[in-house]
Structure formats: C-alpha cells, structure tokens
C-alpha cells in the first residue's frame, strides 16, 4: 500500500530509507531517512500515512450549500460538514476517480446528485496536517446538485443522522461562532470565498 | 499521555475499553469499544491522538498578513503557511496556554511579536481531520503583529526559508490558486473572511 505516489514536483527531496513503524487498515506510519531542498544532511521524520479523500461543496440550482449532520467518533462529537469521503484506490489520482468518489459520496452520505445541468469545478486540494501526514483531499464544488432518485444509502459504520441546505450566510454564521469546525468545510468555504469574490472576467 | 481531554459537551458518548495500537512520541493510536448518541449498541473505531496546535493570523498595523514558507516532509513540498505551533501540554488548554504558544510560534517561525497595542482575538479551533484524528488546533487572529526586537529562533527540527507579509487580496489569489493548500492556514482564512464580511455593530 503506498498513498504517496500523489505528490508530484518533489525536487531535491531524496528518500534514502523508510522503516515501517505500524501498519494498520487506515492508517501506516513509517519513519523515514531523507535530505530535503534546504537540508542536505540525512535527517529523519515520522510520517503516517492515510488513503486520500474528497469532500464535495454541493451546490443547489437556488444556490444553497448541502450539509449532513454526523458523529464523529475521536471527538465525540456531531458536527455539520460538507460530505466526504475517501478515495479506494491508492496512488496517482485521476480527475475522474476524484469526481466519481465525491458524486458517491455526495449520494451516499446526503442523498443529492450532479442534475442535468451540473458542472463538477475543481477547487485543488487541502492537507489536512503536513507535518504529521500526507492525508490530502481533493476540494469538488458541484454547481446545480439535486435530490438523487433513490435517496441517501448509509455506510453501517456512519452515523449522519440529518442533511439539510444552507445559505451562504448562514454558513458564514456557522463559520463566525465557531459550529462549522471540521477542516473539509472550513477549506472548502475559504476557496468558495475566494471564488465568489474574485473579480468576474468579461 | 492522554490528548483527548479537549472534548467538552459529550453526552451521551460513552466508551468502555480502550486498547493501544502503538505508542509513539509524536502520535498514539487506540482501538476504541463505545457506544454513540444515536448507535447505543457497542462499536469499535481506530484513534489517532496527537497534541493539540495552535495557528495564528498574524495583522501587522498596515493590514498585511505574516506567512512562513517552509519545508514539509510529509507531502515533501514547500508551502506558505501562517506560523504554527503545538501545545506541549496535554488536558484542557487555558487561554492562557493558548495565546502564550501562538505568540511563541510566531515569534520563532517568523520574528513577529504582538505589538503595544496589539489585539490577540479567539478564532475556535478546527479538526484537522475528525474521522480519524482528535487533532485539533485553536486559531488565533493577532491584531497588530510587528518584527520582534530579536528575530527569529528557528526549532533545529524546522525549515523555515523565508517570512512575508501579504495582503487580503494577496492571500485570496494564493487561495484561488491552490498554493496556499494547508488546513491551518484556510480555516484561519474561512473564519477570517466570515469576520471581515461580517456586518458591523454599531
């Protein structure tokens, strides 16, 4: 198993060894001997390793956002996020990989779908924490999603237990007092600002 | 050790066996036996612990921003980021704790204080990845951040190759483009952009 073949223009860094730690279903952690751009002398570094995901900022034809309310389990907590999740395959991913794991997911977890006329925009990717590990997720905004035909179908292991849409201000509230808290959201929300910002083109 | 004291406001979660996968001095990983608000029969899920960070928005009076960029093995790139730290202390974080990390981080990742009439204003905290972690790292928005009487005090640990101060419109063209892709830095730019945009108070 190896996740880390998506990083790409990684010159100067040189691998010389890497000593696998642990090794577990979702995550592997190995520490590893390399030089860097900056750093020519062998060092070492202790990196764990995860399955790359993608969360999806789906959007309806009257321009609310789709949110389901979830447990998560190492906060102990429920939370609203944009739907998530990871990519089955390791390695390089493709764009049509990335867009087939979040239209799943965005089915799956909210019961919505890319309409008839939905476009599917890449916002580049986040890291979730990169000095720990290489967990990175690809960022979709869905433009024109709708409720799916058949509904939501539940992983066993999860527990959404509502979906709803939301204006974009009222996320911007759920931003200022703090109830959106979850890295997927809060970086999908930062490029979607920049993005309904930007000065339009002509 | 035990990072997960963080987690206030869990009723209704209860665990009742905890094993440990591995032990490490930068991550613990625990397979956890609970039963959840909304699933009362007993599951399992795999923890990760790490320490909890703290990430800071650094406004210099002028209004830019301070980003370091530095080396992270991991993804094995080099990235623009705010300046962050974590908290050495494990348990519940005071605010004291809190602030007096995020000053430190700033000031040896990138040479800046809090000035005399410097503001240090709460931002939450995010979760770098709640599905799998209990990381989480309290944001902090330094109104009045200027060059420290003794520059910086880089860790050995770290690669910090160069400090800038960047405007708003700066930072969300770096957004826009993916070159500002770490979690720390977007969710401190997704609850900046909700306070700037926010409506003023009379």
């Known amino acids: 198993m190896t996740f880390h073949e998506f990083i790409k223009g990684d010159e100067g860094w040189v691998i010389q060894r890497r000593d696998s730690l642990f090794v ?12 860097s751009p900056t750093r020519p002398e062998l060092f070492q570094w202790t ?11 789906a959007q309806t034809p009257e321009g609310g956002f789709v949110l389901v309310r979830q447990e998560r389990v190492p906060v102990r907590a429920t939370l609203w996020e944009f739907p998530a999740g990871q ?5 390089v991913h493709e764009w049509q990989t990335i867009v087939d794991t979040g239209l799943r997911e965005l089915e799956e977890e909210a019961g919505y779908a890319a309409g008839p006329l939905a476009e599917v925009v890449s916002m580049h990717h986040f ?3 990169p000095g720990f590990t290489d967990e990175h997720c690809y960022q979709l905004w869905v433009k024109g999603a709708v409720p799916a035909a058949g ?21 911007q509230q759920m931003v200022l ?11 999908c929300i930062a490029r979607l600002g920049a993005i309904l910002s930007a000065p339009r083109g002509g």
């Open 24 to 35: 577990h279903q979702y995550l592997e952690v190995d520490q590893v001997h390399l030089s």
């Open 47 to 57: 990196v764990c390793h995860r399955k790359a995901g993608v969360v999806v900022a």
């Open 87 to 91: 990519i089955d395959q390791s390695g």
């Open 127 to 129: 890291l979730s924490s």
């Open 151 to 171: 509904g939501m179908h539940l992983d066993p292991n999860e527990a959404i237990i509502e979906v709803r849409v939301f204006s974009w201000n009222e996320l």
């Open 177 to 187: 007092s703090g109830e959106i808290r979850d890295a997927n959201s809060l970086c």
